[in-house]
């Protein structure tokens, strides 16, 4: 691109120029994921040309409701949730506004996912790189969004949570992981060592000293932030060049 102006016949000619783009990827293991509608057909065209899987991505954002472009969050298939905390704050978003406005996107999530995935499983990005194709970009929600959920499918965080829950399932858990747990939390911090121990995939457990359940304690809240947008980078950030 290189701040060139790009024409395209249509969807299917700008697949094509950006697979040719995107040519190095071919052989790696991608997956190319399409956004609905616009972007799956410019996404199989791609897909195509670099002999790798397709898939639909099929995401909403979740609008501030005096502001529905500014996105406090996206969900996505299988109950995936990304909130931005600073966005609530900032809002002054009560749990229940939120709730209002992820009831609503969820329903057309369903309706959406139902009609463009038709019965089809989705397939894993665990361990892939994810290749995700729109047929264009205006504010870049939308593009963001997708990026949050698809990063949420091979990336797994618990923050004060129960992975124990989760049962037999734990044993198939290959993405990395991050558990965090209050130090006071005496109960979970001990069901969170045995999910520890159950999970194959790198998991690696954090305890916030001083901090119980919900993290309510001065400072621990923030410790927690840190401590996952630190792990999130090292483990989402790019490798360093050797060059």
Not at 26 to 42: A, C, H, K, M, Y
Not at 53 to 77: C, H, S, T
């Amino acid at each position: 691109m290189r701040g060139d102006v790009r024409l395209f016949d249509d969807r299917v000619d700008a697949g094509r120029q950006l697979a040719e783009c995107l040519k190095s990827l071919r052989g790696q293991d991608i997956v190319v994921l399409g956004l609905p509608r616009g972007g799956v057909p410019v996404a199989f065209e791609v897909a195509k040309a670099l002999y790798a899987p397709l898939d639909v991505l099929v995401v909403r954002k979740l609008g501030v409701p005096f502001q529905p472009e500014l996105a406090f969050g996206a969900i996505g298939e299988g109950g995936l949730r990304v909130i931005n905390e600073s966005v609530v704050q900032q809002a002054d978003l009560s749990e229940e506004d939120m709730a209002v406005v992820e009831a609503e996107q969820r329903a057309e999530l369903a309706r959406r996912s139902e009609r463009f995935r038709g019965g089809h499983d989705r397939i894993s990005l665990a361990g892939r790189i994810a290749l995700i194709v729109d047929d264009g970009v205006a504010t870049g929600a939308t593009a963001k969004a997708a990026c949050e959920v698809a990063r949420a499918q091979g990336v797994v965080v618990s923050r004060g949570g129960r992975p124990d829950l989760a049962g037999g399932a734990l044993a198939k858990v290959l993405a990395p992981t991050l558990l965090i747990v209050g130090g006071r939390d005496e109960v979970l911090l001990e069901l969170n060592r045995r999910a520890q121990a159950a999970i194959p995939g790198e998991c690696e457990l954090t305890v916030v000293p001083g901090a119980t359940h919900l993290f309510e304690e001065p400072g621990t809240l923030e410790q927690v932030a840190v401590l996952a947008r630190d792990w999130f980078i090292e483990h989402l950030s790019p490798p360093a060049s050797n060059t």
